[in-house]
Each structure stands twice: as C-alpha cells, then as structure tokens.
C-alpha cells in the first residue's frame, strides 16, 4: 500500500497525488500539516527531518520525502514508456523540462506570487515585488507558451513527468487574483489538463483555507 502523508491543498502534495491518480496507483493519504498540524510529533520527524510535507513510504520500504523525488520514484517503478521514457537521453529529455518547470515556474510563482496574495493581509503585500516577479515569470512562461504551440503536451502527444511539473501550479495561475498576459497555447494547455479527471480531483482544489482568518 502507498501511504502519503500531507494535506491536499498543498501544491507538493498536489504534485505527488496527481502522479499516483495518472498512473493508476491506489493510495492512503493523511492529513498533516498547516492548520492540520503533526509535522513537529517525534513520528513524523523520523520519516523526514525538515517537518514538511509530502511524505510517502511505499510498503515496508522507507519514508521518502521532497515532492520531485517521490514522483521520480513514483515514475521509475511505476509509469509506462510513455510518461518516462526508458531510454537514458529520452528520459533525460523529460526531465530537464520538468525541473526547468519546478525551478523557473513553479518555486518563483509559488514563493513570490502565491504565497504573498494568499497566506499574507492584503496590507502586508509588496505590490511592486509581485510585479516584479510576474515579469520574470512571464518570462518563462512565454518559452512554454512557443513550445505548446507546436504540442498538445510538454513533450509531444503523451502526458509525461514533465507536464506534473509543468501543470501542478497552473490551476492556482488562472484563478489567483492576479494580471495574466494573453498566452493562447499556455490557457489551451491548461484546459486539457482541467478536463483530465486525476486533475480536477487533485490540483483544482480551493486554497481558501490558506488564507488568513
């Protein structure tokens, strides 16, 4: 049995759920973290030292922990060719757009555009800060929009790991509260994830309980 650890509105544990609903595996997810709590209990710190979620152990075998790292388990024991290739260059291939995603997308968006509109007081905002990096993450989104003009996903005609990182954030992109440039290819491409069921059950979850009360 896979068991998860982490709440569902947590974008890491989205990545990682999202995963395991695409490839078909049955899980058992708890939740921790945030408003839930459980992250400082001696437990939870054996299976991972930073207090942060997810957390997966797969069986007997041992916790696992950071989100990149359980799919790319998840992937290597579990995807078909398809999702991750098992040629070294071709896989390599698929990787390298799914940690340009996290790093260039992902992690800027989440630290420095989600996290302040939505876990900070509209009076504590650094307005001019999330401009600033919408412009930089604009940026890159542009290099995904030229991409997808030319494919139905990140890598051609199959979802692979890339789009999981690609995607994960996409959800909150397009309903956050915030000014998006015109990117036709990058808004089709999040509308063939949307009518993905695994998707829709796992990434388009509210993040209202996020905010401050």
Same mark, same amino acid.
């Given at each position: 049995?896979?068991?998860?650890?982490?709440?569902?509105?947590?974008?890491?544990?989205?990545?990682?759920?999202?995963?395991?609903?695409?490839?078909?595996?049955?899980?058992?997810?708890?939740?921790?973290?945030?408003?839930?709590?459980?992250?400082?209990?001696?437990?939870?710190?054996?299976?991972?030292?930073?207090?942060?979620?997810?957390?997966?152990?797969?069986?007997? &075998?041992? !916790? =696992?922990?950071?989100?990149?790292?359980?799919?790319?388990? +998840?992937?290597? /024991? $579990?995807?078909?060719?398809?999702?991750?290739?098992?040629?070294?260059?071709?896989?390599?291939?698929?990787?390298?757009?799914?940690?340009?995603?996290?790093?260039?997308?992902?992690?800027?968006?989440?630290?420095?555009?989600?996290?302040?509109?939505?876990?900070?007081?509209?009076?504590?905002?650094?307005?001019?800060?999330?401009?600033?990096?919408?412009?930089?993450?604009?940026?890159?989104?542009?290099?995904?929009?030229?991409?997808?003009?030319?494919?139905?996903?990140?890598? &051609?005609? !199959? =979802?692979?790991?890339?789009?999981?990182?690609?995607?994960? +954030?996409?959800? /909150? $992109?397009?309903?956050?509260?915030?000014?998006?440039?015109?990117?036709?290819?990058?808004?089709?491409?999040?509308?063939?994830?949307?009518?993905?069921?695994?998707?829709?059950?796992?990434?388009?979850?509210?993040?209202?309980?996020?905010?401050?009360?």
């Amino acid at each position: 049995m896979l068991t998860l650890w982490g709440r569902a509105d947590s974008s890491n544990v989205q990545a990682v759920t999202w995963t395991l609903a695409e490839l078909g595996l049955p899980f058992e997810r708890h939740d921790i973290g945030h408003r839930f709590g459980g992250t400082d209990t001696p437990d939870y710190i054996a299976m991972n030292p930073n207090r942060t979620v997810p957390v997966l152990q797969d069986g007997d &075998g041992p !916790a =696992l922990w950071e989100s990149a790292a359980i799919v790319r388990y +998840l992937a290597n /024991r $579990y995807a078909p060719e398809a999702f991750w290739p098992a040629d070294p260059l071709a896989r390599a291939d698929v990787d390298r757009w799914a940690e340009w995603a996290k790093v260039n997308i992902n992690l800027p968006f989440g630290g420095s555009v989600f996290y302040p509109m939505v876990f900070q007081p509209a009076e504590a905002r650094d307005d001019a800060a999330i401009a600033r990096a919408m412009t930089g993450i604009t940026a890159k989104l542009q290099i995904a929009e030229d991409r997808l003009k030319t494919r139905r996903w990140m890598m &051609g005609d !199959a =979802l692979t790991l890339a789009d999981i990182h690609m995607g994960n +954030l996409l959800y /909150r $992109y397009h309903t956050l509260e915030i000014d998006r440039p015109a990117l036709p290819a990058l808004s089709a491409y999040y509308q063939r994830l949307c009518d993905r069921p695994a998707y829709a059950e796992h990434v388009m979850v509210s993040f209202d309980a996020l905010r401050p009360r």
